[in-house]
T-cell receptor, first 114, second 117 residues
Framework: AQKVTQAQTEISVVEKEDVTLDCVYETRDTTYYLFWYKQPPSGELVFLIRRNSFDEQNEISGRYSWNFQKSTSSFNFTITASQVVDSAVYFCALSEAGNDKIIFGKGTRLHILP | ETGVTQTPRHLVMGMTNKKSLKCEQHLGHNAMYWYKQSAKKPLELMFVYSLEERVENNSVPSRFSPECPNSSHLFLHLHTLQPEDSALYLC????????????????FGPGTRLTVT
């Protein structure tokens, strides 16, 4: 069975601090996809990244970076120099290859304090 | 219009009313989804339409009835709802390439905040 665990329910940091959101997944498949989404207070889920299980290179996009470690089944997300606009709920998600269903974690609510 | 749009954004309805939620995607995708997001609960997948055919119905009560007339439009018809059905209803779409072994990301609309009184 597939499962996504985001153990951090809520995190608060002061602006400009770095923060890492943890994501641990479970799957029996050798080929799968991992995702991160951001849900700001407006409600819409915003797609951030999709990663194939065969691509273990870390990804950096501006202040965002992702650390994919197959050995520990983790796909962690780091925001560098956080800003108040980063305040949102962040979801990690998993899908089997070719499956149209995505399994979401429960989300981590991130508060960036000015 | 770009992306995924949903109307209405907010809806208040009584338990005896009938209403419909509408979703439209302008991304050329061929799969569409309805999710329910309640407070303190994870995202719940309700329905999946791939290539305009319903392929998933996660034990959703019959008071929710989806309709997908074409690949760009998705409806959720509501009737005789219960107060516990109050939630944010999110629509999403994605690209689906059968047999490719690739799962593409889903793009979400802004949601309809539903309150059942």
């Amino acid at each position: 069975a597939q499962k996504v665990t985001q153990a951090q329910t809520e995190i608060s940091v002061v602006e400009k601090e770095d923060v890492t959101l943890d994501c641990v997944y479970e799957t029996r498949d050798t080929t799968y996809y991992l995702f991160w989404y951001k849900q700001p207070p407006s409600g819409e889920l915003v797609f951030l990244i999709r990663r194939n299980s065969f691509d273990e290179q870390n990804e950096i996009s501006g202040r965002y970076s992702w650390n994919f470690q197959k050995s520990t089944s983790s796909f962690n997300f780091t925001i560098t120099a956080s800003q108040v606009v980063d305040s949102a709920v962040y979801f990690c998600a998993l899908s089997e290859a070719g499956n149209d269903k995505i399994i979401f974690g429960k989300g981590t609510r991130l508060h960036i304090l000015p | 219009e770009t992306g995924v749009t949903q109307t209405p954004r907010h809806l208040v309805m009584g338990m005896t009313n009938k209403k419909s939620l509408k979703c439209e995607q302008h991304l050329g995708h061929n799969a569409m989804y309805w999710y329910k997001q309640s407070a303190k609960k994870p995202l719940e997948l309700m329905f999946v339409y791939s290539l305009e055919e319903r392929v998933e119905n996660n034990s959703v009560p019959s008071r929710f009835s989806p309709e997908c007339p074409n690949s760009s439009h998705l409806f959720l018809h509501l009737h005789t709802l219960q107060p516990e059905d109050s939630a944010l209803y999110l629509c999403a779409s994605s690209r689906l390439v059968s047999g490719s072994g690739v799962t593409y990301e889903q793009y979400f609309g802004p949601g309809t905040r539903l309150t059942v009184t």
